[in-house]
């Protein structure tokens, strides 16, 4: 990757995790998630950036919002955030010719241990996935290192669901599992930008497609929390596009 395309990359970056940030801030109790979705547009002019989603395959919003037991996708509606929610936003900025991608998740008030414990978890699932992806490790390396962490917590790692290369184009090869065995899959070399997405639930991994054609689920109508980050992947070790 030339450095023109890193340094893009990263002021993109930069920028979407402070709109996540400002986002986050916004999202309390009583709030509306189309609220969200106007703020993240709003925000988006501000930064002078255009939203990765809207319109995106026809998606009709800027950012996604899942809230507890969706998974990935949820459209910004006129739902009402409640005290107590486990809440997702997903968004991705195009600026100067790439994309990056980034998610958060966060409870909107008092949650119990368990709902900590699954934020926590997945969090640090990231982390590690994250760590795996150097020059001449796989994929799996990756997927092993997310699985490996979520399931000895006790926790599932959603499987039809995954992250992806992420650059010129918002969704890009390879395809990034959550789970998986080491020295598999896809070979990870310098320069390559990857978007890494663990999506963990409290309970198991199957998820169905809601009426909307967008919105994910968990079948058992578990919790589920969703971080990601887009990375650069480099000799020396991953750098972290979006922060």
Known sequence: ????????????GH?????????????????????????????????GIKPSFLGYESYPAAVCVS??????????????????????????????GYHTDAAITFPVGEVDSDTRNLVAVTKKALELGIAAAIPGNHVGDI?????NYVEKHGFGVIRSLVGHGVGLNIHEEPM???????GTGSLLRDGMT????????????EVYQSDDGWTYKTNDG??????????????????????
Do not use: C
């Not at 507890?68 to 739902?79: A, L, Q």
């Not at 990034?176 to 080491?182: A, I, L, Q």
């Not at 990857?194 to 991994?205: F, H, L």
């Open 1 to 12: 990757m030339s450095n023109n395309k890193l340094q893009a990359m990263q002021r993109g």
């Open 15 to 47: 920028i979407l995790a402070l709109m996540l940030e400002e986002l986050k801030a916004r999202t309390v109790a009583g709030v509306r998630t189309k609220e969200i979705d106007d703020w993240a547009k709003r925000l988006a002019l501000k930064h």
């Open 194 to 205: 990857i978007a890494i997405e663990p999506m963990v639930s409290m309970g198991g991994y």
């Open 176 to 182: 990034v599992p959550n789970f998986g065995s080491k």
């Open 143 to 147: 997927g092993s290192a997310i699985q």
């Open 222 to 243: 578990s919790l589920v929390a969703h971080f990601e980050h887009s990375v650069y992947i480099s000799g020396n070790s991953p750098i972290i596009l979006t922060k």
């Open 67 to 96: 809230v507890n037991d969706e998974v990935v996708h949820g459209i910004p509606s006129t739902r009402v955030v409640q005290e107590g929610d486990l809440v997702s936003l997903d968004l991705g900025v195009y600026v100067n």
